[in-house]
């Protein structure tokens, strides 16, 4: 080979290598992979057999998840940061739950979170696909941290209805523009989900959080508006919710509550509310732990429209990632009752088990 195509060769060598640091090289100076794989054996509703779940039913504590995130230093305080979130159905090697419609999780790949945020020290502004700032409020005070099976979040999920489709029962926000401030113990969060229909008020959403923490205490308040999807009036299939709670630690004992009611209208024009708390304590020792709580859930102005739910779990945790638990809930749901915190049947006395592991990554 002679002095020039030695030369051009070495040149192409170079450039082959510039372009592949310029492709491997992550847009982020730090990207993670995260998730959780938690897979349960149990029974679910309605006298089911046993059964082996690794997504979102009864006998698990954690939603089976995966996905990516990273930030960026910008200098002066300023971080940029990315969220990709997709559920994971454990069991069956699934990537979703299923689903078809915009509300519905399995309908999209990231269907839990999508988002690029910009924050400093007093606070941060996200767009994106969200955890709702409300439901993060109240997870905080929740007996059983929003587990997510058996726990305040299908009280939470279920109190007043919408088919409003920017939101997947009040946990996830689409479309949305987040605000959030956070100087010292305080945080506000305020999000909205722009409904992008030919009416302006139409499938928007408008949801809160507001947390004060200090030391052993967190004091809550939260509020959710979600319009209807009806172009023609919004305020059909539109719901309200708001809630307030707190969660004391004592010690090895936790003790948390919360009030929540919400009102919903039907495409029909029916106005229902409904009202409901929960209470209870998560004892701790070593690396064990035990969960008490109650949940009670009412629909006003109907007959037998009463759920009331008693939750016992334990978990002992292995290491910081790794977990086994073991949990069992009594249900019982009037012929007119809403879904609490641990589903049930209408007009059944349920009882629900489940066992299982999950490991955080």
């Not at 959080?209 to 979600?226: C, K, S």
């Not at 919004?234 to 708001?242: P, R, T, Y």
Request: proline share 2%; net charge negative; glycine share 14%.
């Amino acid at each position: 080979m002679n002095k020039n195509k030695l030369t051009a060769a070495l040149k192409k060598k170079a450039l082959g290598a510039a372009i592949a640091v310029a492709i491997s090289t992550p847009a982020f100076a730090d990207v993670t992979m995260f998730g959780i794989v938690d897979i349960g054996v149990g029974n679910d509703a309605n006298d089911v057999d046993f059964r082996v779940d690794g997504g979102e039913g009864k006998t698990i504590e954690l939603p089976s998840i995966w996905g990516i995130k990273g930030s960026e230093d910008l200098g002066g305080g300023l971080t940029a940061s990315f969220a990709l979130e997709s559920d994971l159905d454990a069991s069956t090697g699934g990537t979703n739950r299923g689903g078809s419609t915009l509300s519905d999780s399995g309908a999209r790949f990231w269907a839990r979170q999508a988002n690029i945020s910009l924050s400093n020290d007093m606070g941060s502004l996200t767009l994106g696909r969200i955890y709702s700032p409300a439901l993060l409020a109240i997870a905080g005070v929740d007996p059983r941290s929003f587990y997510e099976s058996q726990s305040g979040l299908v009280q939470y999920a279920n109190i007043a209805g919408t088919t409003n489709t920017n939101t997947h029962v009040d946990v996830f926000l689409a479309n949305s523009v987040q605000v959030a401030f956070n100087p010292g113990p305080l945080k506000v969060a305020v999000a909205y989900g722009a409904g992008e229909t030919s009416d302006s008020g139409a499938n928007s959403n408008t949801h809160v959080g507001v947390t004060y923490a200090v030391e052993d205490l967190t004091v809550m308040a939260n509020y959710i508006q979600n319009k209807g999807n009806n172009t023609a009036n919004d305020s059909l299939g539109e719901n309200q919710k708001q809630a307030f709670g707190a969660k004391y630690t004592m010690g090895d004992i936790k003790l948390g509550g919360y009030y929540i009611q919400g009102e919903s209208t039907s495409t029909a024009g029916v106005e229902t509310e409904a009202k409901g708390y929960g209470l209870g304590l998560t004892f701790t020792s070593g690396s064990n732990e035990f969960d008490v709580a109650y949940y009670n859930t009412e629909v006003e102005d109907a007959t037998d429209a009463e759920t009331d739910n008693l939750i016992l779990a334990y978990r002992n945790n292995l290491s910081d990632r790794t977990t086994l638990y073991a949990k069992l809930c009594s249900a019982d749901m009037g012929a007119n009752g809403q879904a609490g915190a641990c589903g049930g049947v209408q007009g059944e006395n349920e009882t629900y088990y489940g066992f299982g592991v999950f490991h955080k990554f």
